[in-house]
C-alpha cells in the first residue's frame, strides 16, 4: 500500500519490454533482409501476411479498444484499390506514391461516411458500415474508366515502373518481376510494422485511455471529459486512412481490379475479425498470432475447399467458448507475459 506521504505515479512497462524491443528489432532487420536471399514464393507469401496482418490491427483498434464494430471495413480497401488505379492510369502518378494518397483520399472520404454511421448504436452501425461499403461498391462500378462493374488491369508499363525498381535490379541481378516483388515486399513490411508501432504509441497515449474509457462505457467517459465524438472520429478516420493504404498496395501486388474483389466483405473484414478473435481482440499481440494461424491453416488446408472455411470457424467457435480472450489472451493470463505493455499501473516516486 501506498501512504499518504508518498507520492504516485502511472507508469507503463514490464520487466520484457526492453527484451522485447531489441528481439522486435532483430527481427525487423532479419525481415529487412530476407527478400535477398529467400524464394519468390516465399517472398509473396509474406506480403500477404503483411497487408492482412496491417488490416487486422486497424480493425482491432476501431473494434477491440474504441468499441467501434464494423464490418464495412472492405469500403476503404476497395477505395484505396481504385484510388491506385486512378491515379496510376489515369493521373500518371508513381505507385509508391499513389499508395500514400489513396490512403489520404481514403481518410477524407470516411469523414462524410462517418457523420452517417455515428448516428448508428451497436448492431445498426455494424450492419450501416456494411451498406456503406456497398454503395461505394455500387458507385465504383459505375467508373468506366476503370472497367466498370468488370473492372480492369493494371498496364504493364506501370507495374515495371515502380520506384526503385531499375535500382533494386542491377543492385541484385534480378529480373523485373522478382525486383518488384522485393519493393512491394519491402513497402508492406513497412506498412505492417509502422501499423504495429502506431497503434501501439496510440494506446500509450491519452487519446489511447480515451478510447478505452469509451469502449467500456461511452457516458461515464463523457463524465470524465471525453469528447466521444471526436476520439471516435479520429480513430475511424485512422483506420480508414491505413486502411486505404493496405488496399492500394494490395491491388498494386494483384495488378487487376474489380468492384465484387475490391469491396468482397468476405475477404477484407470476414478473414480479418476472425484473424483477430482468434489472435485475441483487445491486443496488440492477438492479431500477429492470429494472422500466423490463418495463414498455415490457409497454407496447408486450402484445397480442401469448403472443409477449409468449416474448420476455420470451428476454430474460430471453439475459442470464444473455451477461451473468449483469444489464443493470446489464454497464454497472457496464464503467463504474465505482455510483449506490447499499455495497461498503466501505480508505482511510488522516489
Do not use: C
Amino acid at each position: 500500500m501506498y501512504t499518504s506521504a508518498q507520492s504516485v505515479r502511472a507508469a507503463v512497462g514490464g520487466r520484457f519490454t526492453r527484451h522485447t524491443a531489441f528481439a522486435g528489432a532483430a527481427l525487423l532487420l532479419l525481415l529487412v533482409a530476407l527478400p535477398t536471399f529467400a524464394s519468390r514464393a516465399l517472398v509473396q507469401d509474406l506480403i500477404f501476411v503483411f497487408y492482412m496482418l496491417a488490416l487486422a490491427q486497424y480493425w482491432n483498434l476501431l473494434a477491440g479498444y474504441a468499441g467501434l464494430i464494423s464490418v464495412g471495413q472492405q469500403a476503404f480497401v476497395g477505395l484505396g484499390g481504385y484510388m491506385l488505379f486512378a491515379l496510376t492510369v489515369i493521373v500518371g502518378l508513381d505507385p509508391l506514391l499513389a499508395i500514400a494518397l489513396a490512403g489520404v483520399i481514403a481518410g477524407l472520404l470516411a469523414l462524410p461516411t462517418a457523420f452517417v454511421v455515428f448516428r448508428l448504436r451497436g448492431a445498426y452501425f455494424a450492419i450501416g458500415t456494411w451498406v456503406v461499403a456497398e454503395v461505394y461498391r455500387l458507385v465504383l462500378a459505375q467508373w468506366k474508366q476503370l472497367g466498370g462493374g468488370t473492372g480492369t488491369s493494371l498496364p504493364p508499363d506501370i507495374t515495371n515502373s515502380v520506384a526503385g525498381i531499375e535500382g533494386v535490379k542491377a543492385l541484385f541481378d534480378a529480373r523485373t518481376s522478382a525486383a518488384r516483388d522485393m519493393i512491394l515486399y519491402w513497402t508492406a513490411l513497412v506498412l505492417a510494422a509502422g501499423t504495429i508501432i502506431a497503434v501501439y504509441l496510440i494506446l500509450r497515449s491519452r487519446h489511447g485511455l480515451a478510447l478505452a474509457a469509451i469502449r467500456d462505457s461511452e457516458p461515464a467517459a463523457a463524465s470524465a471529459g471525453v469528447d466521444n465524438f471526436r476520439a471516435k472520429l479520429s480513430v475511424y478516420v485512422a483506420t480508414a486512412a491505413g486502411t486505404g493504404m493496405v488496399g492500394a498496395l494490395i491491388y498494386l501486388q494483384k495488378a487487376r481490379i474489380s468492384p465484387d474483389s475490391a469491396f468482397a466483405v468476405l475477404d477484407w473484414t470476414a478473414y480479418v475479425i476472425l484473424i483477430v478473435v482468434i489472435g485475441g481482440i483487445g491486443t496488440i499481440e492477438g492479431p500477429i498470432i492470429g494472422v500466423l494461424v490463418f495463414t498455415l491453416m490457409q497454407y496447408y488446408l486450402a484445397g480442401y475447399g469448403t472443409w477449409y472455411l468449416i474448420l476455420l470457424g470451428a476454430l474460430a467457435i471453439l475459442i470464444m467458448l473455451f477461451a473468449p480472450k483469444g489464443i493470446w489472451g489464454y497464454v497472457s493470463e496464464r503467463t504474465n507475459l505482455v510483449l506490447f505493455p499499455i495497461r498503466r499501473r501505480l508505482i511510488a516516486s522516489e
